[in-house]
Each structure stands twice: as C-alpha cells, then as structure tokens.
C-alpha cells in the first residue's frame, strides 16, 4: 500500500512539474527586454558605466543632477550622445522583441490568458484593430537612430532644456493629462495656456514615447511607409512635417543636423 502511495505521489509531481514547465515555455514568449537603469548626476557617472556595466549588457541613463550647459559645444554634444545612445538602443531592442512576439502569437491556435491579454494591450497602445497582426507590426517601426538624436539634438538644445534636465524630456512632448508626472512651462501662450510636459523616469522612456507618436498616429504615415521602403533616414524626414510647427523649416534642420553631425554613422552600428 505504501508503494502505491510513493508511486501515485511521483506520478502527480511528475504531472505538475510537466504542467509547469509547459506553462513557463509559454510564458517565455512574453518574455521582455532586462535593462539597468543608471542614475546620472555627474559626468563621471557616465564615464564610470564602463567599469560598472558588463558586455552587451544593456541600460538605459535618468538624469538627476546633470547639466551640460556649462560644457563646451563639442564636449555638449559628445556627451549628449552618449547619454542617448544606450536609450535607443534598448529601444529597437524591445520593437526587435515585440516583432519577434507577434510573430509566435499570430500563428497560435488559441492564446492563453496571459497571451490575450498581452495582445489586447499592443493593439490597443498601437491603435489597432485586434486580431490584424501585420497591420500591427507595420506600425512598429525601428526609427533610425541619426533621426533620433537629430529631433533630440533639436528639441532638447542638445541637451541643455529644463525639460531635459528636469524631466528626462528629450523631444519637448506635450502632456495633456493631469493624473501624469509632468512639468509646466514657465511661460503662457498668447491666449494663457500654459502647456505642460511629460515627465519621464529615464530616457528610455523618453524615446519609447517618441517611437510610439511616430508608429501610431495618422499623420506620420509616411514615416512609417518610407522606413518600411527602407528610404535614406534623410529622406524619412520628408514625413515629420507635422511634427512642429515650423513645418518644412523643422524638417531642413533635422537633416542639417543630421547631416553636420554625421549621425548617420550610428545607423551601421
């Protein structure tokens, strides 16, 4: 009788370790992206990543104390793409998983709950509607990291804006919504509205945020179609007309600091 107990017991953990190990594996295809974040208050902090960080290990900078105003130019925008670069980076890394995610759910049978809900999650984030899974992907676009620190360059000063400093806001995002950790602007427009901006934890999300205006709304279609058709990240511009409202004069000094600053070379890395 006691055999057949230890038996029967070793058969149910045989049965649930089975099961649970065919639930970890479906789990696994939500798996994200593990990235450390690092506090940043002195330039040392950035040159000490080195020391800190492991190959091809990723993570992301939060500006706490820095400022780079009182740095000479070249020094400026030196270190302005060091503190980007690590953000985007994490950034396509992510967009690349997600991909590869949609890909796997997309020819399952059924999802689990777990999947379902992930999925509602992406399309509703991407404004799609649920169940078009190329109509998805097409959207989330891997935007070229010259046009990044290019709109960055621009929009923080290269890094100097009190929204930068003070909020990890690198592309001047408006927010409009009063529950968000956000920063008001010191002055008012002609009619009193003081606009506000989002504030961010780190750059990442700064960049994440970024990515995710360009992917999902209608008047950066063709962003999204030129990236797709693999055109030049300075003919990509030809699609950011709406993004200030400077118009085509935004878009010449995207591709004039773009094209100054040799940006182009991050794109081959």
């Known amino acids: 009788m006691k055999e057949q107990k230890s038996i029967l017991?070793?058969?149910i953990s045989i049965f649930f370790f089975n099961y649970n190990y065919v639930q970890s594996e479906k789990d696994n295809i939500l798996k994200t992206v593990p990235y450390k974040t690092i506090e940043v208050n002195t330039l040392s902090d950035i040159s000490n990543v080195s020391q800190n960080i492991k190959n091809d290990e990723l993570f992301v900078f939060s500006i706490k104390k820095l400022d780079l105003r009182n740095l000479n130019?070249?020094?400026?925008?030196?270190v302005f793409v060091q503190l980007l670069l690590p953000a985007i980076r994490v950034v396509h890394e992510e967009i690349k998983n997600q991909h590869n995610i949609i890909d796997q759910l997309k020819i399952k049978p059924s999802l689990s709950e777990k999947e379902k809900?992930?999925?509602?999650?992406l399309f509703k984030k991407y404004r799609v509607k649920f169940g078009n899974w190329e109509d998805l992907k097409?959207?989330?676009?891997i935007y070229p990291t010259s046009l990044i620190l290019s709109q960055g360059a621009i929009e923080s000063a290269w890094g100097t804006s009190r929204f930068f400093r003070e909020a990890n806001n690198i592309f001047g995002i408006w927010?409009?919504?009063p529950n968000e950790p956000r920063i008001a602007a010191k002055s008012s427009r002609s009619n009193g509205f003081v606009p506000h901006l989002k504030k961010y934890s780190t750059l990442k999300e700064s960049v994440s945020d970024l990515v995710l205006t360009l992917s999902r709304h209608n008047v950066y279609k063709k962003v999204r179609e030129l990236s797709?058709?693999?055109k030049s990240p300075s003919e990509i511009t030809a699609g950011l007309t709406k993004y200030s409202e400077e118009g085509q004069k935004y878009i010449r000094k995207v591709k004039t600091t773009l094209r100054v600053n040799n940006f182009i070379k991050y794109d081959l890395n």
């Open 9 to 11: 017991l070793i058969i």
């Open 175 to 177: 927010s409009t919504n």
């Open 117 to 121: 809900n992930y999925s509602t999650q």
């Open 138 to 141: 097409s959207k989330m676009i």
């Open 228 to 230: 797709q058709k693999g």
């Open 73 to 78: 130019v070249p020094k400026r925008k030196e």
